[in-house]
Antibody, heavy 123, light 111 residues
Framework: QVQLQESGPGLVKPSQTLSLTCTVS??????????WSWIRQPPGKGLEWIGY???????YYNPSLKSRVTISVDTSKNQFSLKLSSVTAADTAVYYC???????????????WGQGTLVTVSS | QSALTQPASVSGSPGQSITISCTGT?????????VSWYQQHPGKAPKLMIY???NRPSGVSNRFSGSKSGNTASLTISGLQAEDEADYYC???????????FGGGTKLTVL
């Protein structure tokens, strides 16, 4: 059974960089059959897709966040990471990592999610 | 404001059926069969319930079904149970550069 687990600081100061890591267990992040995404949910609000990474390192980001987002992968540790720079209170949210199957024509949905981690932006 | 439009809330009694709508445009819901639905209980991660409009992942009850007509997708839950009370989100691929968009979510109350 695949499991994803987010980790990182729960409090970040305004203008600083938010950094989170997702550790994947029960499966290899180097499988070519998946994209690995970050998705966030502000308190009491809906979901927003942030971006994805492939095991090779190729990425794609939500244009609304692209200038501030970097997603990287460490296949030796079976982890991928999110960095969001110049954060403000609007970036306060629960951040989820998730897996997207990309086999054949199957695409564009997330079958496994981490439990989520709340990141608060405050001084 | 979310890209896909869902009703804020729906309700039903145990045993009844309810339908949650998800309205988009020809650039997302209407143009592709890549609509998915997620169930989220309070404080929990979203759980995939339907993918590619009408496919159920292994382990999801057949009481959950999905469909699409034009720019509107629908999630139907039959034989409502107390455990179905949760928030439900739709999602779709979009031909805009955003890649994937979500609805604002619908709170299902089982009366």
């Amino acid at each position: 059974q695949v499991q994803l687990q987010e980790s990182g600081p729960g409090l970040v100061k305004p203008s600083q960089t938010l950094s989170l890591t997702c550790t994947v267990s029960g499966g290899s992040i180097s499988s070519g059959d998946y994209y690995w995404s970050w998705i966030r949910q502000p308190p009491g609000k809906g979901l927003e897709w942030i971006g994805y990474i492939y095991y090779s390192g190729s990425t794609y980001y939500n244009p609304s966040l692209k200038s501030r987002v970097t997603i990287s992968v460490d296949t030796s540790k079976n982890q991928f990471s999110l960095k969001l720079s110049s954060v403000t209170a609007a970036d306060t949210a629960v951040y989820y990592c998730a897996r997207e199957p990309i086999t054949g024509t199957t695409r564009y949905y997330f079958d496994y999610w981490g439990q989520g981690t709340l990141v608060t932006v405050s001084s | 404001q979310s890209a896909l439009t869902q009703p804020a809330s729906v309700s039903g009694s145990p045993g009844q059926s309810i339908t949650i709508s998800c309205t988009g445009t020809s650039s997302d819901v209407g143009g592709y069969n890549y609509v998915s639905w997620y169930q989220q209980h309070p404080g929990k991660a979203p759980k995939l319930m339907i993918y590619e409009v009408s496919n159920r992942p292994s382990g999801v009850s057949n009481r959950f079904s999905g469909s699409k007509s034009g720019n509107t997708a629908s999630l139907t839950i039959s034989g409502l149970q107390a455990e179905d009370e949760a928030d439900y989100y739709c999602s779709s691929y979009t031909s805009s550069s955003t890649y994937v968009v979500f609805g604002g979510g619908t709170k299902l109350t089982v009366l």
